[in-house]
């Protein structure tokens, strides 16, 4: 397995694509737009790849010189419950810490909240809906 950045527009970009809509948007009844895809041009896109096809995914907006907002983070369904979004969240947060960002949040669903509390993250504030759906703010300070 591999994880590492990749290029908007990129052959693996789309293939990061293509595992957020079937995990996170298809059970919603959503579609990424046009523009909201040509929108992640500065975004940090990080992918998980297993033989060339993906399987894991998050996307990072630079919020500041020192803060990152995690999102669209989403572990393909053959491949969860195997510790393979704790790797990717290693990764990314050693590639933050390499590029000089101290802070990384994230609007997490409430169903993901064990997830990011057992990788160090803490709830920020109260519940708040998204798309209808229950999340909280989290953040982690990096060491």
Not at 12 to 32: A, G, S
Not at 76 to 92: A, D, M, P, R, V
Request: aromatic residues 12%.
């Amino acid at each position: 397995m591999e994880f590492k950045t990749v290029e908007h527009y990129s052959k693996e970009y789309w293939k990061l694509v293509r595992l957020r809509d079937k995990i996170l948007r298809e059970p919603l009844n959503l579609m990424f737009s046009e523009e909201e895809l040509f929108l992640e041009n500065e975004q940090i896109h990080i992918g998980g790849f297993e033989n060339e096809i993906a399987i894991a995914s998050l996307s990072l907006v630079i919020l500041s010189p020192s803060l990152l907002k995690m999102r669209q983070v989403c572990v393909s369904s053959e491949f969860q419950g195997k510790k393979i979004g704790k790797k990717l969240n290693e990764f990314t947060e050693n590639w933050a810490m390499f590029n000089q960002y101290k802070t990384i949040e994230c609007n997490a669903r409430e169903s993901a909240v064990p997830f990011y509390k057992s990788n160090g993250y803490t709830i920020k504030g109260e519940q708040f809906f998204e798309l209808k759906i229950p999340h909280f703010k989290m953040t982690k300070t990096l060491i």
